[in-house]
């Protein structure tokens, strides 16, 4: 099946640095990419769609300015955390949905466990 | 706004069981009802994709049901193993906007 790649897996960083995440659809190509997040014992959250040559859609309540979503390539999705704070460790997945478009499966990342101290 | 809940939040039984989990969604407007699993730490695997028209899929020994009109899904699980110990998750896709809402996931624990 598809595999969709995420690195780092996991990340420690000081309070007000920024942090790089990418996302890489392995074998197959993605126009459209997405981010969630997940806190401890709690579900995903869609943060926001990346769109290949266009702007990211960012859901309600997530900061634009803080969660830098670039899609550079039909492979690859990064989700920037700028200023990061304690609050924003999390666990950070990325999916891309299958050739046969959003409507088909999903295919997740591993995932990127955020530590910000 | 479309709200996925699944019950029970966590459930442990002996190993051979059969067990079912539960999804309800509160808007019928959905294209699939997707179920995953997620071992600590890790990302999701898909395990099962019913689309809106479908009433049931099955793979080896799980069986999903959706009832749309109810919005309702289950999850069964036929002679549990300890290796299904896992989060099992369940997602709509909502129409229109094209984007999965997680329910917050069933922590199965099959003991041996």
């Known amino acids: 099946g598809a595999v969709v790649s995420q690195h780092p897996s996991w990340v420690i960083c000081k309070s007000g640095t920024s942090v790089k995440i990418e996302c890489r659809s392995l074998d197959f190509q993605a126009t459209t990419m997405f981010w969630y997040r997940q806190f401890p014992k709690q579900s995903l959250m869609l943060m926001a769609t990346s769109n290949e040559g266009s702007k990211a859609t960012y859901e309600q309540g997530v900061e634009k300015d803080k969660f830098l979503i670039n899609h550079a390539s039909l492979t690859l999705s990064t989700l920037t955390v700028t200023s990061a704070h304690p609050e924003d460790s999390s666990f950070y997945i990325c999916?891309?949905?299958?050739?046969?478009?959003?409507?088909?499966?999903?295919?997740f990342g591993p995932g990127t466990r955020l530590t910000v101290l | 706004k479309q709200e996925v809940t699944q019950i029970p939040a966590a459930l442990s039984v002996p190993e051979g069981e059969n067990l079912v989990l539960n999804c309800s969604f509160t808007d019928s407007a959905i294209y699939n009802l997707q179920w995953f699993r997620q071992d600590p730490g890790k990302g999701l695997t898909s395990l099962l994709l019913i689309q809106s028209s479908q009433r049931e899929q099955t793979s080896g020994r799980l069986n999903a049901s959706l009832d749309k009109s109810s919005g309702r899904s289950t999850l069964y699980i036929a002679a549990s193993q300890p290796g299904d110990s896992a989060t099992y998750l369940c997602?709509?896709?909502?129409?229109?906007?094209?984007?999965?809402?997680f329910g917050q996931g069933t922590r199965l624990t099959i003991n041996p």
């Open positions: 999916s891309a949905p299958s050739l046969r478009g959003v409507a088909d499966t999903q295919y």
């Open positions: 997602a709509v896709l909502i129409q229109g906007a094209q984007k999965l809402v």
